[in-house]
């Protein structure tokens, strides 16, 4: 056990712990331009591949299918938990390099590894617990090497942690005679409180030690947190931990943002994240989605049902146009190598962002976000619930003088008609001048009192979305 951690000292600077001062908070321009992120789950949870990243959860409750499989594979959860686990995550084949490349290929910007999950075992070299992967599993500082390989490849770094739900993640363990009840692994498995309770001051003074500890350790531009933060006992900790991130950046000189759910922070405080969703309309304020490449876990397990790469990068559109950004996650598994389902992904969004990247990257929304039939329902864990877009559905940006325009889908005559930018629609006061293919040269058009007809050309090779800049005069 390490020694209970000593009360932070909130970093001097501009910003005091109160909403008033934290409403001040203006999110930086680089994060603005960034339209899209890497999120990473990995950890000890990778090692069993099985059921989620929640696997340490589940594998302490009786009757689910985790802890089923851990009887089958490991046995007794007294003789072998989940701190057993943690020999058998040596990362082998884990080359930060690697993962950063392919990273930049997919056309991201910024790169959000998971410091510390729900599960308590920190990726990082922390003073404050002995559980982390610079003392035990793959015995190196994971996030360090990750950090400095970011930023050679001029991405931006963030972090996220999961610490608050440790408070009762692996309660389940209470109720059986099983490892979480032994002291000597109390570090690792934390209170293990009901989650009808509410932090005590001993946890929070851990948790705002943890969440400075990375700010100071690694200056990330982007923190993360989850949804649990939102509690009432986390309120003061969190303005806290704003203040002193927020003074740390002003004095480093660095923009940053942090990432919240719900109704944990004020609107103005911070960044709103919406998970596994997206909104309905613009947001005038900038906003965010994570989301992941598999339907079913954030962390690697054998049976990832993976998404398409044209499913993923129609959602980044969408939002996009909207004024958000996507923070999209990949799993690596317990070796360190990421699959190749991920790497094709990335690599086909990277490929589409390459030639049109110019209307995504840098973007602001246009007057409206779109048109088109195919609806989108708001709100979080709805990414699995809705209609294929059409080519009819078409989504706008706009930076400087340039609208974009991406039809979702290759028309079958070869022609869209954008009905938003119609001759004398109060839209477009000013008539088209000029429209171009991004991924090609100039188009034949006519703008009417239905629409601007757009005629792609014939032989135009099939592509993901059709992203099309349009000149007014």
Known sequence: MTSPPALVSIAEGPFSSDWPSLE??????????????????????????????????????????????????????KDFG??????????????????????????????????EHHDGFAMYATKLSHWNAGEMGPKRDIICELSKAIRRAGLVLGLSSHRAEHWWFMNGGREFDSDVEDPQYAGLYGPAMPDTTQPDEA????????????????????????????????????????????????????????????????????????????????????????????????????????????????????????????????????????????????????????????????????????????SIKEGGFTDADRSPFTSEDIRFTSKGDAIYAIAMAMPENNEIVIKSLAKNLTLCTKPVTKVELLAGSDLKFEQRENGLKIKLPSNMAPTLAVAIKIMTS
């Open 24 to 77: 001040n908070y203006r999110v930086p321009e680089w994060y603005e331009d960034a339209k899209l992120g890497i999120f990473v789950h990995w950890g000890v949870y990778s090692v069993p591949e099985f059921g989620s990243e929640w696997y340490p959860r589940n594998m302490y409750k009786s009757g689910s299918k985790e802890f089923d499989h851990h009887l089958t594979n490991y046995g007794n959860h």
């Open 82 to 115: 989940f701190k057993d686990l943690i020999p058998l995550f040596t990362a082998p084949k884990f080359n930060p390099q690697e993962w950063v490349e392919l990273f930049k290929e997919s056309g991201a910007q910024y790169v959000v590894p998971v410091a």
């Open 203 to 374: 946890f929070l003074d851990d948790w705002l030690a943890r969440c400075c500890e990375l700010v100071d350790l690694y200056r990330p531009q982007v923190f993360y947190f989850d949804w649990w933060i939102e509690q009432p006992a986390f309120r003061p900790y969190l303005k806290r931990f704003a203040a002193h991130y927020y003074n740390r950046a002003h004095q480093w000189g660095i923009g940053v943002a942090i990432n919240y759910k719900n109704n944990a922070m004020t609107e103005k405080s911070a960044v709103f994240d919406v998970e596994r969703g997206q909104l309905g309309d613009i947001r005038p304020m900038a906003w965010q989605t994570c989301t992941a490449n598999a339907r079913n876990s954030w962390g690697y397990i054998k049976d990832m049902e993976y998404k398409s790469a044209k499913e993923i990068l129609h959602d980044l559109i969408d939002i996009v146009s909207k004024n958000g950004r996507m923070l999209l996650n990949v799993g690596p598994r317990a070796d360190g190598s990421i699959p190749e389902e991920d790497k094709h992904i990335l690599r086909n969004i990277g490929a589409w962002l390459k030639s049109n990247g110019e209307a995504i990257h840098g973007t602001r929304p246009w007057k409206v976000y779109g048109e088109g039939p195919t």
